[in-house]
């Protein structure tokens, strides 16, 4: 069955959007037409079987004047959230004879009853009550053109609703927008630089709201209001929920905490967000760096419009989840940082505890397996920028703002990525299910026996002895890289592995202290006391072989160690390491 939305123009001179959803609620075509026929002729692939044609215009206009009885009692509900409509009459020329929009169901057979159970139907919708309803919006978004609003505040409403829409990929029923044709709107209503061009998104973007009007009265009955009636007229609507208010008008100084004013000004903010997200990045990095503490990858995210949307309209009993989404939701920026083994997923969120304010700490893997069951496995925390940290200017965008990071192995991530694809994108059908659930029960099962595995074999190699191994180019006139590795697992024979493109770092480090041979670094490294080093650096954490290292030639070559070019961007860390390892208390 297909579910088809169609934004229909008064006339020919302006393009009417259609748009097709399959039975899963999937877009699977969106255009722009302008004739009957060219209408016609986009709906037709779609409407010779089971269908559902939702049409942004009246179909039934019988009363020569004033408002349809549908219209008023729609309005009753929805004026006060700007979301009314429009009086149609028969003395309006569009309407004084057969709506446009009932001879084109005519023309394609459809029967216009909302009450009908026929395989084939059109009904009557309209957009804006929808949104609200949807939504949980205080008042309509205002993208549409009128005078007095300029082409920035038409653009930034749009994009809000797109990003309301692309949310409701998560709803029941779900709307998935993943489509080359829905991109390439986003891309025009964004860069879109006069009204003209962002009219010609908007039909088609009110097309795909119809349509997943005509998919939520299918799939959602009970949670669905029929205004008016097959003989006077009618318009169908998500039903508006019972306790939602509409926005106060020109409160100065108030704060609205409705979801689309919260939408539009994340929407403002969220460059700023992903600036701030890769500042974390670099904290994030330069905290386990220093602490030697292997890891695979530090990535982060500033969470999109459109996610942020879906959470800001979550309700759980028709009730609204957030009720200040920009204070509550708190994962707008997001880190994950890739460990490889299992045990290495709690030093780095000890090392996080010591370096930065953690405000929440929640072991997903701890929480499933107390539930007597395998799963998602995860640490998350909740951190804000440290004291100490605030007043420098690497890390400005940080004050203030919080980010969770997630901590997970290699193994863990592969699992909840592979999960999340398959389980969440609606790929699963809904009779294997239930196997599915199994073996995604069983793999990650195995999968936490492979971690133990993993954490085995690093700690048996630990007690070997056995190094890194890397590479470097025969005319490089650095100490190579895996010799440098050999080296450091004989010198330093307790510490544990440290980064590959660590290995490489340091000997850069190295020669720029003049040394290119490994016997010269064993000559240097002999004047360090190492019982005393280690007693003042006071680690709390294992440190790898690099950082061992690093220490030793600190220890070594003091301030001409931190004034060394390749350290120019950790001057103040070694400096605080320094202080610490003269302190003679």
Known sequence: MYFLGVDLAWGVRRPTGVAVLDEDGRLVHVSAAKTDDEIVA????????DCLVAFDAPLIVNNPTG??????????????????????????????????????????????????????????????????????????LKYKHKSGRDIDQLRAELITLLGLLEGLASADPPLLLD????????????????????????????????????????????????????ATGYIVTPTLPDDLRPTPRGRAGSRIH???????????????????????????????????????????????????AAKAARTVDGRQVFTDPLRQITDQIGLRVITYVHSDVQAVADLLDDQV?????????????SEGRFGYASRHLLVSLDPAREGQAAYELLRGRQAQIQIRTVLQHAWAEFEHDIRYKGTIPREHRPDFDRRFTLAAGLLELADREFSTIRDRLR?????????????????????????????????GWSRTDHYGWISGVILELGITSLSELGDALRSVDEETLMARMDYRYPPGAVRRLDDALLWVYGDAYVELRANAHREQGLRARLAKMRDTD
Not at 92 to 109: D, H, T, V, Y
């Open 42 to 49: 986009a709906m037709e692939p779609y409407v010779g079987d």
């Open 258 to 308: 409705d979801t689309a004013t919260a939408v539009r000004e994340y929407a403002a903010i969220q460059p700023i967000l992903q600036e701030a997200a890769d500042q974390y990045v670099q904290l994030v990095t330069s905290i386990l760096d220093d602490a030697g503490i292997n890891y695979l990858t530090v990535t982060s995210r500033a969470k999109s419009v459109a996610s942020f």
């Open 179 to 230: 489509n080359p044709s829905w991109h390439a709107l986003r891309t025009a209503a964004e860069s879109a630089v006069r009204k003209s061009e962002l009219r010609a998104v908007e039909d088609q973007v009110d097309a795909v709201l119809a349509a997943y009007i005509g998919l939520f009265a299918t799939r959602a009955p009970d949670r669905t209001t029929t205004y008016g009636d097959f």
């Open 463 to 495: 007690e070997g002895g056995t190094a890194a191994s890397t590479e470097s180019p025969d005319d490089d006139p650095r100490i190579s890289p895996r010799e440098l590795a050999a080296f450091l697992a004989g010198q330093y024979a307790d510490a």
């Open 67 to 140: 408002n349809r009885p549908a219209e008023a009692a729609l309005n009753k509900d929805f004026a006060r959230f700007d979301a009314g409509a429009h009086p149609s009459n028969t003395s309006k020329p569009e309407f004084s004879e057969q709506p446009r929009g009932a001879r084109i169901a005519a023309r394609l057979g459809l029967d216009m009853n909302p009450r009908s159970g026929r395989r084939r139907r059109a009904i009557e919708v309209y957009p804006h009550p929808a949104t609200v309803a949807l939504f949980r919006l205080g008042r309509t």
């Open 357 to 369: 304010v953690v405000h929440d700490d929640r072991d997903m893997g701890e929480e499933t397996a």
